[in-house]
């Protein structure tokens, strides 16, 4: 009896079993026309959606270079065999699987169908948890493309921008809305989120992805270069400026992109000039007299709040609606703790490469990581996971060891904080200072009540002053004294601790 998607003998709803299925799976006929793809395989690329497959061409698709560059389909329609290939994702470089495609046959012996299932790298790295499976990079396993052959998107270098959370597939469709056009974006989010790897991933998936790609740190130049850095200068502009002058990032990058790194912290003065260049399209040298027609495309990012800038007079209103026609933000860890297992097993890759040698946690580990707030952000994350492969002697990481570096790095998330005794609400804090600075309180007064409200409040948190000065990262005698100093009472309590119960 032959069988087909839509057939329910004996009550079995097909459809149902392959979407609970774990690996992606995709279905098209004999034309190679999609017919069906599984939950798995929307999962593992996010970028697509269901409808946007079911009942086009492959081939249509490939053409397109929307959604996927390459498909094995093709392979067993032309070979009318079953094929096997290892294939990576042009548009989400983090995305590598082995590809099995096998052909259904009717009763002449023709190809009806064509069903391709992807083992992707959590598969394996699930064989490696449980029965500590040999784990080899996936891309490891990719042939190198024939020059000239294959599209241009192909050969771009990877880029891993890793997550499979909500936050992150909307963030990952944005980029791929507006990486083929020229307007400007501002990417806002915490350090350490990877707003340069957003800037990237845009700039390798623009029609510009051949020309300049040019990066400048506003926060790491002197305000009084910055101008020269960005505009560039002539020779004799001024002291110490090199004898055949210097062209700026804005003309290295011409015909390009320029990514304005740090945009919040660029001086009052310099962001007018940059906004005139903005809106002119044309740049000056300093000390120079003619003028460079530009055609450049500007990505800009900060972990700054600019709207807040603005209030306070710091930042431009005209310059952040210029740079700001289309918002991305990178969303913080904790609020992606789905991610974090995907985080660890991508650096794991790199790390197991790098060092030689395997770091592996548990699944009571891994959920442990992911209940942490990670303030640095994936940054911090990394920097964690290559500690471990530095300073382990273990290949499985346990739960001591984890809880170990997180109370080293001030890490660990403490209980809900009680409001301070005295100290006002944290919306209320700007005008407390105010009222503070007009009633002509000092900055000795003012920072001796919050020292006070502070220690109030770790003391009624903690019962001795050793586990205070853990806390707040400074030496048990210095929690004596400060206590002391601000009358708050503490008894002698069992040795080697001070009871403040």
Same mark, same amino acid.
């Given at each position: ?38 939950? !798995? ?7 697509? +959606? ?26 067993? %329609? ?21 590809? &099995? ?22 598969? =394996? ?5 449980? =029965? ?6 996936? &891309?490891? =396993? ?22 499979? &959370? ?5 963030? #990952? ?72 002058? #210097? ?5 290295? $990058? ?18 007018? #000039?940059? %906004? ?99 303030? *640095? ?6 920097? =964690? ?8 002697? +273990? ?29 006002? $609400?944290?919306?209320?804090? %700007? ?7 007009? !009633? ?46 601000? *009358? ?14």
């Amino acid at each position: 009896m032959n069988l087909t998607l839509d057939d329910n003998a004996n009550d079995i709803n097909y459809k149902e079993i392959l979407d609970h299925l774990e690996c992606p799976i995709y279905v098209t006929d004999a034309n190679g026309v999609t017919r069906y793809v599984n939950l !798995a395989y929307l999962a593992e690329n996010p970028i697509v +959606d269901r409808d946007k497959l079911i009942g086009r061409s492959v081939g249509d698709i490939i053409q397109e270079g929307k959604y996927f560059n390459q498909a094995i389909t093709m392979r067993v %329609l032309h070979e009318q065999r079953e094929a096997i290939e290892v294939l990576s994702h042009h548009l989400l470089p983090d995305k590598s699987a082995f590809v &099995s495609g096998r052909p259904i046959y009717d009763a002449k012996r023709s190809v009806k169908n064509v069903v391709s299932i992807m083992y992707v790298d959590s598969f =394996f790295q699930r064989l490696n948890r449980h =029965f500590d499976y040999p784990l080899r990079p996936l &891309s490891s =396993f990719v042939r190198p493309p024939i020059i000239g052959s294959a599209p241009l998107a192909a050969s771009m270098p990877p880029v891993p921008l890793i997550g499979a &959370s909500e936050a992150m597939t909307t963030l #990952k469709r944005l980029i791929m809305k507006v990486a083929p056009i020229d307007a400007s974006v501002l990417i806002t989010g915490e350090s350490g989120t990877g707003k340069d790897v957003v800037a990237t991933l845009l700039q390798q998936l623009s029609p510009r992805r051949d020309k300049p790609f040019v990066k400048i740190n506003c926060a790491a130049i002197p305000a009084n270069l910055l101008e020269s850095e960005l505009f560039g200068y002539e020779k004799g502009a001024f002291t110490g400026a090199l004898a055949r002058g #210097k062209p700026g990032v804005f003309e290295q $990058a011409n015909g390009g992109t320029l990514f304005l790194d740090e945009i919040g912290d660029m001086p009052w003065e310099a962001q007018s #000039k940059l %906004l005139r260049v903005l809106q002119d399209k044309v740049v000056q040298r300093v000390g120079g007299m003619g003028t460079l027609q530009l055609d450049v495309r500007i990505i800009a990012a900060t972990n700054a709040d600019l709207q807040g800038q603005i209030r306070k007079g710091t930042f431009r209103k005209d310059l952040y609606y210029r740079l700001n026609l289309i918002p991305m933000q990178t969303p913080p860890l904790r609020q992606r703790r789905d991610d974090i297992p995907l985080l660890l097993d991508f650096y794991s890759r790199q790390f197991d490469k790098h060092y030689r040698r395997i770091i592996r946690f548990d699944d009571a580990g891994v959920a442990r990581l992911a209940a942490y707030d990670w303030p *640095g952000n994936v940054r911090e994350l990394r920097n =964690f996971l290559e500690y471990m492969y530095v300073c382990q002697d +273990d290949n499985y990481v346990d739960m001591a060891t984890i809880n170990s570096w997180l109370r080293q790095n001030d890490v660990e998330p403490v209980p809900e904080a009680q409001p301070p005794v005295n100290m006002p $609400a944290e919306d209320a804090l %700007l005008g407390w200072c105010r009222a503070q600075l007009r !009633a002509g309180a000092t900055l000795k007064t003012m920072l001796a009540q919050v020292e006070s409200d502070v220690l109030r409040l770790a003391q009624a948190q903690h019962k001795t002053t050793y586990a205070i000065a853990d806390r707040l990262g400074v030496a048990q005698p210095t929690v004596v004294r400060k206590l002391q100093a601000h *009358g708050i009472g503490a008894n002698r309590g069992a040795v080697g601790a001070v009871d403040l119960t």
